[in-house]
C-alpha cells in the first residue's frame, strides 16, 4: 500500500502561481508513475500531469503545457506541480495519484490521495 498526501492548495488570485506537493509513504520502494489530476465542481476529474520514476518522461493536458510543470524528488518521496499563470477555470480539487510501471498516460492509477483545493479568484 502507498498513502499520499497532498499539500500546497490555496487561494490565490488569477495571474498567480501556486506549487502543490504530494508525500508519498508505505510501499514507496517500487517505482511508480505518480501524477495529478483534478476536479472541478460539477465536473469530473480530469488528467493534469503524470512523471515516470525516473523523472524522464512526463506528459501533461495538452491545454496545461507551458503553465504547469510537474516533477518529482524521490529522495523525498515527493511529488511537485508547480502552476504558474493560474485562471479562474483551474479551481478545482487537486489529487495526486500513483501506479506500478512506466506508463504516464494517466490511466488505472493504483493509489490516490485525498486531494487539496485550489482557488483561483478573478
Known amino acids: 500500500q502507498v498513502q499520499l498526501v497532498e499539500s500546497g492548495g490555496g487561494l490565490v488570485q488569477a495571474g498567480g502561481s501556486l506549487s502543490l506537493s504530494c508525500a508519498a509513504s508505505?510501499?514507496?520502494?517500487?517505482?511508480?508513475?505518480m501524477g495529478w489530476f483534478r476536479q472541478a465542481p460539477g465536473k469530473e476529474r480530469e488528467f493534469v500531469a503524470a512523471?515516470?520514476?525516473?523523472?524522464?518522461?512526463?506528459n501533461y493536458k495538452n491545454s496545461l503545457k507551458g503553465r504547469f510543470t510537474i516533477s518529482r524528488d524521490n529522495a523525498k518521496n515527493t511529488v511537485y506541480l508547480q502552476m504558474n499563470s493560474l485562471k479562474p477555470e483551474d479551481t478545482a480539487v487537486y489529487y495526486c495519484?500513483?501506479?506500478?510501471?512506466?506508463?504516464?498516460?494517466?490511466?488505472?492509477?493504483?493509489?490516490w490521495g485525498k486531494g487539496t483545493l485550489v482557488t483561483v479568484s478573478s
Open positions: 495519484a500513483a501506479r506500478r510501471g512506466i506508463s504516464v498516460s494517466g490511466s488505472d492509477m493504483d493509489y
Open positions: 508505505g510501499r514507496t520502494d517500487s517505482t511508480y508513475t
Open positions: 512523471i515516470s520514476w525516473s523523472g524522464s518522461i512526463k
